[in-house]
């Protein structure tokens, strides 16, 4: 059998369904009907041969070969439309300024080297830099204080759009140094149960928590709660007085070094995904070129 050809509005439609999991939010934002959407969506079924998603008078969720199509087609789709709009503006010309945050030392790194190659092309537009601290991590992009923002993936939030992922790291399990498990190769998630985590704050969406603070083990262990911080630099703060330990990325490892806190691997823990985000309703043309920049700076195809 040969390969499906899919059109652009089918891809657009799907994709956006995909994510808003509603016919009328998704028409809205497409500026379409939602017997168009609704049409679209049949006619692509059609041409697949299976359903895409499963309806019902209550919610709309993606099948099985849903969810695979939406993973295959969705970080292409956006670098098309990255690189398309990249493109288009170099002939244009970019202007005006862009605000850009950053999360951790090593977006905050990307996010500076990025910066550079984003000047070189685009003389004309101005761009800063600026730290978000995790306990307000979505709120200067809802403000509009930053325009685009270097983050953790997932994100769930129909008011904003996920670009593609820039780089992943495994996870390591910060503690003090004089900690049993700093003695140890590695630790898994059933670890968790043997000692204090420190939370990041409530203000953070639980999609965005879940990687860090799990409720449970695997084998069912209750994890037992440390306090909260508000910044990276009190997590490590709080781990090194022996207050608790605390899942992070490992790219930490050589940014944050201290000495009275060890970084062990967790053999068994979730891969962290980092990438741009952005307010679906302010998407510019910076924006693109500027995510463009950042794969082209990590050497991305």
Same mark, same amino acid.
């Given at each position: 059998?040969g390969?499906?050809a899919?059109?652009r509005?089918?891809?657009e439609?799907?994709?956006? =369904?995909a994510?808003e *999991?509603h016919f009328?939010?998704t028409?809205?934002r *497409?500026l379409?009907?939602?017997?168009?959407?609704t049409?679209?969506?049949q006619?692509?079924? $059609?041409?697949v041969?299976?359903p895409?998603?499963?309806?019902?008078?209550?919610?709309?969720?993606?099948?099985?070969?849903?969810v695979?199509?939406?993973?295959?087609?969705?970080?292409?789709?956006?670098q098309?439309?990255?690189?398309l709009t990249t493109v288009?503006e170099?002939?244009?010309?970019?202007?005006?300024?862009l605000t850009v945050?950053f999360l951790?030392?090593a977006? @905050?790194? *990307?996010? =500076?080297r990025t910066?550079?190659v984003?000047?070189?092309?685009?003389p004309d537009?101005?761009v800063?830099?600026?730290e978000?601290?995790i306990g307000?991590?979505?709120?200067?992009?809802?403000?509009g204080r930053?325009?685009?923002?270097?983050s953790c993936?997932?994100v769930?939030?129909a008011?904003?759009?996920? @670009?593609?992922?820039?780089?992943s790291?495994?996870?390591v =399990?910060a503690?003090p140094? $004089?900690?049993?498990?700093a003695?140890?190769?590695s630790?898994?998630?059933?670890?968790?149960?043997?000692d204090?985590?420190?939370?990041v704050p409530?203000?953070?969406?639980e999609? *965005?928590r879940a990687a860090r603070?799990?409720?449970?083990?695997?084998?069912?262990r209750e994890?037992?709660v440390g306090?909260v911080a508000g910044?990276?630099?009190?997590v490590l703060?709080?781990?090194g007085?022996?207050?608790?330990v605390f /899942?992070c990325g490992a790219?930490?490892?050589?940014y944050?070094?201290?000495p009275?806190v060890t970084?062990v691997?967790i053999h068994?823990?979730p891969?962290l995904?980092?990438? /741009?985000?952005w307010?679906?309703s302010?998407a510019t043309?910076r924006?693109?070129?500027?995510?463009?920049a950042?794969?082209?700076?990590?050497g991305?195809?």
């Amino acid at each position: 059998m040969g390969a499906v050809a899919l059109e652009r509005n089918e891809i657009e439609t799907f994709l956006t =369904l995909a994510q808003e *999991l509603h016919f009328g939010r998704t028409a809205d934002r *497409l500026l379409v009907s939602r017997a168009h959407v609704t049409q679209t969506i049949q006619k692509l079924e $059609r041409r697949v041969g299976v359903p895409l998603f499963e309806r019902s008078t209550r919610q709309v969720r993606l099948t099985p070969i849903g969810v695979q199509l939406r993973d295959g087609l969705a970080p292409a789709y956006a670098q098309i439309q990255s690189t398309l709009t990249t493109v288009i503006e170099a002939a244009r010309g970019i202007t005006g300024s862009l605000t850009v945050g950053f999360l951790t030392a090593a977006t @905050g790194q *990307l996010a =500076l080297r990025t910066a550079e190659v984003f000047r070189e092309r685009h003389p004309d537009c101005a761009v800063e830099i600026q730290e978000v601290q995790i306990g307000a991590v979505l709120d200067p992009l809802r403000e509009g204080r930053v325009d685009v923002m270097l983050s953790c993936f997932p994100v769930q939030d129909a008011e904003l759009t996920q @670009g593609p992922v820039l780089f992943s790291e495994p996870t390591v =399990l910060a503690v003090p140094a $004089r900690h049993p498990f700093a003695r140890r190769a590695s630790v898994s998630i059933e670890d968790l149960a043997r000692d204090k985590v420190i939370q990041v704050p409530a203000s953070i969406p639980e999609y *965005l928590r879940a990687a860090r603070h799990l409720h449970t083990t695997p084998a069912g262990r209750e994890i037992p709660v440390g306090a909260v911080a508000g910044t990276f630099q009190e997590v490590l703060t709080l781990v090194g007085a022996g207050k608790g330990v605390f /899942p992070c990325g490992a790219k930490g490892v050589r940014y944050y070094s201290r000495p009275d806190v060890t970084y062990v691997p967790i053999h068994d823990g979730p891969v962290l995904e980092w990438g /741009p985000i952005w307010r679906t309703s302010a998407a510019t043309t910076r924006i693109a070129a500027f995510v463009r920049a950042a794969l082209d700076t990590l050497g991305h195809d």
